[in-house]
C-alpha cells in the first residue's frame, strides 16, 4: 500500500535562513508526488508537483523539491525563509487517478525573528 | 472564479444528528472527492467521484454517504453524527486523470459532533 512519512512534526527556522523539509514515500509504481501548504484556518495550496522528467521541480513562493528515486523521498527546499511562510506542509503521493491522494501527517514550520 | 466552495464553514451537531456538507465547483470538473483532516493524521480520502453518477469510497468512507446527481455539487452527508466524526472536511476538485491536472480544495468545513 501507498504511504508518505514526513518524520518532522515541528520545525524552527530563522527568517532568511534555509530550509529542508522531509517527505518519503512508498509506492508500487512510479509516484506522482505533490506538496501542499496549509495556513491557519485556509484550504490547502498546491506548491509543486511531480510527475516525470526533471527530478528538481520548481514550484510557486521560491520553493523546490528533488526527486531522488533511490532514497523514495521527495523533500522539499527553500533557500531563505520568509516569515509568511510559516504555515503547515504536506507531502502527497498519488497514482493517476489523481483524487486518490495519500497525505503525509504534516509538518507544521515555525519561522522565528 | 469562484473554484470549490464548501458550506458551511463551521458547524455544531449533537450526537446522532444528521447533516450535509455542499461542495460545489464552477470549474466544470470530473473529477470530485472529500477527505477529512485530523491532528497528526494527515488527510485521508473518504469518498470520491469521477464523474456525475458515479462514486467509490476511500480509505474512511463508514458514517458517510455520497451521491452526484451533477458535475458542479458533490454533497457529504452524515446520517448519524458521532464523536469520532468531529474533523475538517475538505472537498476537492480537478479535471481529470492527465499528469497536468491540478487538484483545487476549497477552504474546509469545521465539524464538531458533541
Known amino acids: 500500500a501507498q504511504s508518505v512519512t514526513q518524520p518532522d512534526i515541528h520545525i524552527t527556522v530563522s527568517e532568511g535562513a534555509s530550509l529542508e523539509l522531509r517527505c518519503n514515500y512508498s509506492y508500487g509504481a512510479t509516484p506522482y508526488l505533490f506538496w501542499y501548504v496549509q495556513s491557519p484556518g485556509q484550504g490547502l495550496q498546491l506548491l509543486l508537483k511531480?510527475?516525470?522528467?526533471?527530478?528538481l521541480v520548481q514550484g510557486i513562493k521560491g520553493f523546490e523539491a528533488e526527486f531522488k528515486r533511490s532514497q523514495s523521498s521527495f523533500n522539499l527546499r527553500k533557500p531563505s525563509v520568509h516569515w509568511s511562510d510559516a504555515a503547515e506542509y504536506f507531502c502527497?503521493?498519488?497514482?493517476?487517478?489523481?483524487?486518490?491522494?495519500?497525505f503525509g501527517t504534516g509538518t507544521r514550520l515555525l519561522v522565528s525573528p | 472564479n469562484a473554484g470549490v466552495t464548501q458550506t458551511p464553514k463551521f458547524q455544531v451537531l449533537k450526537t446522532g444528528q444528521s447533516m450535509t456538507l455542499q461542495c460545489a465547483q464552477d470549474?466544470?470538473?470530473?473529477?470530485m472527492s472529500w477527505y477529512r483532516q485530523d491532528p497528526g493524521m494527515g488527510l485521508r480520502l473518504i469518498h470520491y467521484s469521477v464523474g456525475a453518477g458515479i462514486t467509490d469510497q476511500g480509505e474512511v468512507p463508514n458514517g458517510y454517504n455520497v451521491s452526484r446527481s451533477t458535475t458542479e455539487d458533490f454533497p457529504l452527508r452524515l446520517l448519524s453524527a458521532a464523536p469520532s466524526q468531529t474533523s475538517v472536511y475538505f472537498c476537492?476538485?480537478?479535471?481529470?486523470?492527465?499528469?497536468?491536472?491540478?487538484?483545487?480544495f476549497g477552504e474546509g468545513s469545521w465539524l464538531t459532533v458533541v
Open positions: 470549474m466544470n470538473h470530473e473529477y
Open positions: 476537492a476538485s480537478s479535471s481529470g486523470q492527465r499528469s497536468g491536472n491540478t487538484i483545487y
Open positions: 511531480y510527475f516525470s522528467g526533471d527530478t
Open positions: 502527497a503521493v498519488g497514482p493517476t487517478g489523481f483524487q486518490k491522494l495519500v
